[in-house]
Antibody, heavy 119, light 107 residues
């Protein structure tokens, strides 16, 4: 069955970096667009970034220039490199598979990994 | 950016009730709208896409309608497992955006 497992979350100081991973199983990552979506504690959902099968990507303004999405199809793994972290980046980060012709519907989600930015 | 406004933000209902949640977009999104259900401590789950198409495995008591700027999610007969928070999401244009959520609680 389709499964997405995130890892790499933790507590990090403001201004520091963190890299999240999302390992897919039960399907081949390569033809799919993939997303990162985050949720601050007690808040709603916020789309963060997207990468197409060919590497084309998009970012929310709140993370543009600080976060980088990438993928290694040979490892069936999605990544999120987060630099210059801020307190407002504190959230659960979910990876999600994109469905449909635009890959903009999230049909499968991981369980999430918590990132806490605090001194 | 397209803003999505959900109403109500909180809803108290009983098992068996018919429940309707509204999502209004700040500009037209055609039928490029999805609905998700999220239970505490869990990831969201896709319920409906293309405004009215039920995702595989989702019970038929869930339905969606609308196009343009106004959309509704209806639960025809609320079940105990339906108590959760519901989010709409537009996929018409980037950045993808979500509504603020509607929490459905037991009356």
């Amino acid at each position: 069955q389709v499964q997405l497992v995130e890892s790499g979350g933790g507590v990090v100081q403001p201004g520091r970096s963190l890299r999240l991973s999302c390992t897919a199983s039960g399907f081949t990552l390569s033809p799919y667009g993939m997303h990162w979506v985050r949720q601050a504690p007690g808040k709603g959902l916020e789309w963060v970034t997207f990468i197409w099968y060919n590497g084309t990507n998009k970012y929310a303004d709140s993370v543009k220039g600080r976060f980088t999405i990438s993928r290694d199809n040979s490892k069936n793994t999605l990544y999120l490199q987060m630099n210059s972290l801020r307190a407002e980046d504190t959230a659960i980060y979910y990876c999600a598979r994109g469905a449909g012709s635009s890959a903009a519907v999230f049909d499968f989600w991981g369980q999430g990994t918590l990132v806490t930015v605090s001194s | 950016d397209i803003q999505l406004t959900q109403s109500p933000s909180f809803l108290s209902a009983s098992v068996g009730d018919r429940v309707t949640i509204t999502c209004r977009a700040s500009q037209g999104v055609s039928s490029y709208l999805a609905w998700y259900q999220q239970k505490p401590g869990k990831a969201p789950k896709l319920l409906i896409f293309a405004a009215s198409t039920l995702q595989s495995g989702v019970p038929s008591r869930f339905s969606g309608s609308g196009s343009g700027t106004e959309f509704t999610l209806t639960i025809s007969s609320l079940q105990p497992e339906d108590f959760a928070t519901y989010y709409c999401q537009q996929l018409n244009s980037y950045p993808l955006t979500f509504g603020g959520g509607t929490k459905v609680e037991i009356k």
